[in-house]
């Protein structure tokens, strides 16, 4: 199934984000990538399947950077991101919020965010700490701004009921986080609009460095980051606003936690695979659509780009 269609993609990044491979060994890490290797010069050995081939890429694909061939850091691979990150969307959930709990869980979420974007970047041009500080600091500021602001509009609604307005204080944190998602990807990744981005041909060849490439990329990233919180932080208020007037967690408060988390991760599960899958990590573009110096560099219609995850 080609990775140009969306079912395409959402099968291939079920595999990168599948949380099994947090626990791969590094001695089977090695492996898979030998075995890769000898898949590329054709020495492998006798009685190697297409299953063990998928099995490798998949483990390569999840835990090593593409244009780096480091590894990634556990919590902040695709693969973590649904582990990791869930407990922090129940805390941005959580009802009742205070101004501290909400500063808190918005800087967490964004630190945690910003940690993503930075080790899931095109890494093809060095990129400075000072990057990374400026980036982190924008994103955490602009998320704990719009929070806190929606929160104390929503106090001050004099025409909410109490559970109106109990509510609507559950469905701040998606415009806070959407928000705060795109000024984190482009504050993070700011460099590779400065700098470019590699584009390749067909062969893998390098053609050059294009800031347009880079437009796109993060253009497409951002629009995955205003994507993903939508079933996170919508559909588990509208959920549990519902569960919660069953008699089983009205006879048992202590449940809702818990019950919450479920949904969370539930909801988690889903929107991260979908909204990953917008667009391919390794985007076309036609070089008609490029700098002219990047046109003339490759008899090449089309040109393609890590677009970062």
Same mark, same amino acid.
Request: positive net charge; proline residues 7%.
């Given at each position: 199934?080609?990775?140009t269609?969306?079912?395409?993609? =959402?099968?291939?990044?079920?595999d990168?984000?599948?949380?099994?491979?947090?626990?791969?060994?590094?001695?089977?890490?090695?492996?898979?990538?030998?075995?890769?290797?000898?898949?590329?010069?054709g020495?492998l050995?006798?009685?190697?399947?297409?299953?063990?081939l998928?099995?490798?890429?998949?483990?390569?694909?999840?835990? *090593?950077?593409?244009?780096?061939?480091?590894?990634?850091?556990?919590?902040?691979r695709m693969?973590?991101?649904?582990?990791?990150?869930?407990p +922090?969307?129940?805390?941005?959930?959580?009802p009742?919020?205070?101004?501290?709990?909400?500063?808190?869980?918005?800087?967490?979420?964004?630190?945690?965010?910003?940690?993503?974007?930075?080790?899931?970047?095109?890494?093809?041009?060095?990129?400075?700490?000072?990057?990374? +500080?400026?980036?982190?600091?924008?994103?955490? +500021?602009?998320?704990?701004?719009?929070?806190?602001?929606?929160?104390?509009?929503?106090?001050?609604?004099?025409k =909410?009921?109490?559970?109106?307005? $109990? $509510?609507?204080?559950? =469905?701040?944190?998606?415009?806070?986080?959407?928000?705060?998602?795109?000024?984190?990807?482009?504050?993070?990744?700011?460099?590779?609009?400065?700098?470019?981005?590699?584009?390749?041909?067909?062969?893998?060849?390098?053609?050059?460095?294009?800031?347009?490439?880079?437009?796109?990329?993060?253009?497409?990233?951002?629009?995955?980051?205003?994507?993903?919180?939508?079933?996170?932080?919508v559909?588990?208020?509208?959920?549990?606003?519902?569960?919660?007037?069953?008699? *089983?967690?009205?006879?048992?408060?202590?449940?809702?936690?818990?019950?919450?988390? $479920?949904?969370?991760?539930?909801?988690?599960?889903?929107?991260?695979?979908?909204?990953?899958?917008? =667009?391919?990590?390794?985007?076309?573009?036609?070089?008609?659509?490029?700098?002219?110096?990047?046109?003339?560099?490759?008899?090449?219609?089309?040109?393609?780009?890590?677009?970062g995850?």
């Amino acid at each position: 199934m080609s990775e140009t269609s969306f079912y395409g993609r =959402f099968r291939h990044f079920l595999d990168i984000i599948d949380p099994r491979t947090l626990f791969v060994t590094e001695r089977r890490l090695r492996e898979a990538v030998q075995l890769l290797e000898d898949y590329k010069h054709g020495t492998l050995r006798p009685g190697v399947t297409n299953e063990q081939l998928w099995s490798a890429q998949k483990i390569k694909q999840a835990i *090593l950077h593409p244009d780096t061939n480091e590894k990634i850091f556990m919590p902040f691979r695709m693969s973590g991101y649904i582990p990791f990150g869930t407990p +922090i969307v129940v805390g941005l959930l959580l009802p009742n919020q205070t101004l501290a709990s909400t500063v808190f869980w918005q800087w967490l979420n964004q630190s945690h965010n910003a940690c993503v974007n930075y080790a899931n970047r095109n890494a093809t041009k060095p990129s400075p700490a000072s990057k990374f +500080i400026q980036g982190y600091l924008g994103a955490v +500021i602009s998320a704990v701004s719009i929070a806190v602001g929606l929160n104390v509009l929503v106090q001050k609604a004099n025409k =909410f009921t109490p559970a109106t307005r $109990l $509510l609507v204080q559950r =469905f701040v944190p998606f415009p806070a986080v959407a928000s705060a998602n795109i000024c984190n990807v482009v504050l993070m990744r700011y460099g590779e609009l400065e700098e470019g981005i590699d584009v390749l041909d067909g062969d893998g060849n390098l053609v050059g460095s294009s800031k347009i490439a880079a437009r796109h990329a993060l253009l497409e990233t951002a629009l995955t980051r205003v994507v993903l919180p939508m079933p996170i932080l919508v559909l588990p208020p509208i959920v549990m606003s519902m569960l919660e007037k069953t008699a *089983l967690l009205q006879a048992r408060p202590r449940l809702l936690l818990p019950v919450q988390s $479920l949904v969370c991760l539930a909801a988690f599960g889903l929107a991260l695979p979908l909204a990953i899958s917008l =667009f391919p990590q390794m985007s076309e573009i036609e070089t008609s659509q490029l700098e002219p110096e990047i046109a003339r560099a490759t008899s090449s219609r089309t040109v393609v780009y890590n677009k970062g995850l």
